[in-house]
């Protein structure tokens, strides 16, 4: 299927369904009220633009930028984001009832400086990912996998990381004393980041 540029969807439609989509929106421009279904967006740039109030289930990114992006409700469920920048996006300003459900993967994109506080995020996997400055405040990440993230600067108060699986990645800090982490699995040389709040030095 030949891609078509997404204004031209969407000016024709509120439901798009099977379509492969580029091009882009301007800084700025608002969609509201759209539905996206098994589309994919290709080489798609919505670098501060919105998509407002929208549906964007089992779909596929790839080679786009997303990067300061408007998600206000809408919901993102079953989605996966390959080779992308989703620099500073407030993720926890859409609907998370579908991500319960249908868990995303992220694989070989950047994600610095994003949010994803208080979201749920079970089962979710992050491959690959340049995650530096990410807060996880408050997430549900139980079962949720990072394999080979960098997660410099990463934030995690409150966060349920019980049964995730870390162990690939690097530069993580986090206090178990402030997190739940029952079947939490790191490297063991990760590990040691969780000492640095007691001022343990490791040589």
Do not use: K, Y
Not at 110 to 133: K, N, P, Q, T, Y
């Amino acid at each position: 299927m030949s891609a078509r540029p997404l204004r031209e969807v969407l000016g024709a439609t509120t439901s798009v369904v099977g379509e492969h989509l580029t091009g882009g929106l301007e800084p700025g421009e608002r969609v509201s009220d759209v539905e996206f279904e098994d589309c994919t967006f290709e080489r798609v740039t919505l670098v501060g633009a919105g998509l407002i109030r929208c549906t964007l289930r089992d779909c596929t990114v790839v080679e786009s930028d997303l990067s300061r992006v408007d998600l206000t409700d809408t919901l993102v469920g079953g989605c996966t984001i390959r080779d992308s920048r989703a620099l500073g996006v407030a993720w926890a300003q859409t609907r998370t009832s579908g991500l319960i459900a249908e868990p995303w993967t992220v694989v070989d994109s950047r994600l610095d400086d994003s949010s994803f506080i208080g979201m749920s995020l079970i089962e979710a996997r992050f491959v690959g990912c340049r995650m530096r400055g990410v807060d996880f405040d408050d997430a549900d990440l139980r079962r949720a996998r990072f394999d080979s993230c960098d997660l410099a600067g990463a934030r995690f108060v409150r966060t349920d990381l019980r049964d995730a699986d870390l162990r690939s990645s690097v530069e993580l800090t986090l206090d178990p004393r402030d997190n739940t982490v029952t079947g939490l699995r790191l490297d063991p040389a990760e590990a040691l980041g969780l000492l640095t709040p007691f001022g343990i030095v490791v040589d």
